[in-house]
């Protein structure tokens, strides 16, 4: 059993940054991914990034590709979304996730099925 806590969300203008964090607290799994999803009104839920635990490989939506960077803190055990360059489509409810069950000998993965421990959410606003 995992519990996750998201901080870091607010309202900024267009080409601004914010950073989001998620603790990560409880079991502790040989095989786990992280993942960070989000939601706007009326839309569907989509994958924004994944990494992999043990050896921080990562993978980006295009969407946000060479704007957005996840990262993990071993010691604080803490993922984290910096977001630069934010645009007004950024908006949206951000959710953390965990992959309780990610296979050794695969990259994170990017279906919202795939993931077993949520968060309740932080809100990011993004003004033009």
């Known amino acids: 059993q995992v519990q996750l806590v998201e901080s870091g969300g607010g309202s900024v203008q267009a080409g601004g940054s914010l950073r989001l964090a998620c603790a990560a607290s409880?079991?502790?799994?040989?095989?786990?991914?992280m993942g960070w999803f989000r939601q706007a009104p009326g839309k569907e839920r989509d994958f924004v990034a994944a990494?992999?635990?043990?050896?921080?490989?990562?993978r980006y939506a295009d969407s946000v590709k060479g704007r957005f960077t996840i990262s993990r803190d071993n010691a604080k055990n803490t993922v984290y979304l910096q977001m630069n360059n934010l645009k007004p489509e950024d908006t949206a409810l951000y959710y953390c996730?965990?992959?309780?069950?990610?296979?050794?000998?695969?990259?994170?993965?990017?279906?919202?099925?795939?993931?077993?421990?949520w968060g309740r959410g932080t809100q990011v606003t993004v003004s033009s």
């Open positions: 996730a965990a992959d309780r069950d990610l296979p050794t000998w695969r990259s994170p993965r990017a279906s919202a099925s795939d993931y077993d421990y």
């Open positions: 409880g079991r502790t799994f040989s095989s786990y991914g």
């Open positions: 990494i992999k635990w043990s050896s921080g490989t990562t």
